[in-house]
């Protein structure tokens, strides 16, 4: 596959309501699209970053440079016999694994494509149709967070994952613990505690929770190791994990007992594979983590999933939980047993909506 150019787009999309974690609030998305030709066949990834460094250090404008000024002028003209080949030409390009991922998991598309294969039989994946969770952000109150429980129970997700922070805690998972006593029920504190809050996070044991993820720093492994040997509940690691060493250290620090595999937080769907692999041969659970993704995003998330050891729900939900309108034809929807059925077209296996997409877009790019 020879890398002809590569378009980069911004689009501008408004969520259908503010989501709030421990680190902001986000309305509105800005959102990143690499469309790349190789051998004249055109595929799609999506920049995962978010609007400002708080989850991770990468933003929408950073992968905008790293893209245009480093990673376009190194990789187009360039040649590889398969998508897995692009993490070695991008190596010398440090971190920034979000803008990698998009550009990387445009070729997988290009590959699967030219292959007449839909990408996640490509990528060995074995489930035909993937468990979903939701994650819920803080609200104002117990009362209305119940609420919203109760209508994703009813359209059938298969997990709740309830956003905390400090003095949103411990009374919010009570209250829907208590109206849900057998549901699958986890929390996502996004780094917002320390181990000065060890005895606090401990009483969340009592809530029969299937995780707490990511309660300390974003980049501490050793830290989750110190505050697992003394909670019963599970950790899971999401914004610790950036590259398959990292989760080796994790396992081998009994740092955690369940890996959230986001492909833009690890660099796409290589490293993510080879994440999944390394997990399974330790008998650690994977699922699938969101970052309030457009279509295109979520359809790279849904191939991904396909892999056996995406063994617990994840946080892959239909679009329209979070667009009026999206991006992609058909947009993914979820059954009511909380499943996607993953595509059958070749690829990503959805269609980009090339026009909506131009008329979303805010500044675009032809790198050639
Ligand atoms: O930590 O999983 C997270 C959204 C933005 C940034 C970080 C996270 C999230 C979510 C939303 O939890 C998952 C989704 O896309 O539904
Ligand atoms: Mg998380």
Redesign the pocket.
């Known amino acids: 596959m020879k890398i002809e150019s590569i378009v980069l787009r911004e689009i501008q999309m408004k969520l259908n309501a503010p989501?709030e974690?421990s680190f902001g609030t986000t309305s509105e998305r800005r959102i990143l699209l690499v469309e790349v030709i190789a051998d004249g066949v055109s595929g799609w990834g999506e920049v995962t970053a978010?609007e400002t460094p708080a989850?991770n250090p990468e933003t929408t404008d950073t992968a905008w440079h790293v893209i245009s000024d480093f990673l376009a002028p190194q990789l187009i003209g360039s040649s590889v016999a398969q998508a897995s080949d692009l993490p070695e030409l991008m190596s010398k390009i440090r971190g920034h694994e979000m803008a990698k991922s998009a550009i990387e998991n445009a070729l997988w598309d290009i590959e699967a494509q030219m292959k007449g294969v839909p990408l996640w039989k490509l990528l060995g994946g074995t489930t035909e149709e993937i468990a979903c969770g939701?994650?819920l952000g803080i609200r104002e109150n117990p009362e209305s967070l119940v609420r919203r429980v109760e209508e994703e129970l009813t359209s059938g997700y298969q997990r709740i994952?309830l956003?905390i922070k400090p003095g949103k805690d411990l009374n919010y998972v009570a209250s829907v613990r208590n109206k849900f006593p057998d549901i699958l029920l986890s929390v996502?504190a996004?780094s917002a505690y320390d181990l000065k809050d060890t005895a606090h996070l401990r009483e969340l044991d009592q809530y029969n929770l299937l995780m707490m993820?990511?309660p300390l720093q974003w980049d501490d492994i050793h830290a989750h190791s110190i505050l697992q040997a003394q909670i019963k509940t599970a950790i899971c690691l999401?914004e610790c994990i950036h590259n398959s060493r990292h989760a080796l250290t994790a396992i081998q620090l009994k740092a955690c007992r369940i890996i959230?595999i986001k492909l833009g937080r690890v660099g796409g769907h290589t490293s993510a594979r080879r994440i999944h692999n390394l997990c399974q041969s330790h008998s650690v659970p994977v699922w699938c983590?969101?970052?309030?993704?457009s279509g295109i995003g979520r359809a790279h998330n849904i191939a991904m999933s396909s892999l056996a050891n995406f063994s617990l729900p994840g946080?892959v939900?239909a679009s329209k939980r979070y667009w009026a309108e999206d991006i992609i034809e058909p947009e993914v929807e979820v059954t009511p047993q909380g499943t996607i059925r993953v595509p059958t077209a070749p690829g990503i296996g959805y269609m980009p909506r090339v026009d909506r997409i131009e008329s979303l877009t805010r500044r675009r790019v032809v790198l050639e």
């Open positions: 989501f974690t978010g989850y939701v994650s994952k956003k996502d996004n993820e990511q999401d959230n983590g969101g970052m309030l993704e946080d939900s």
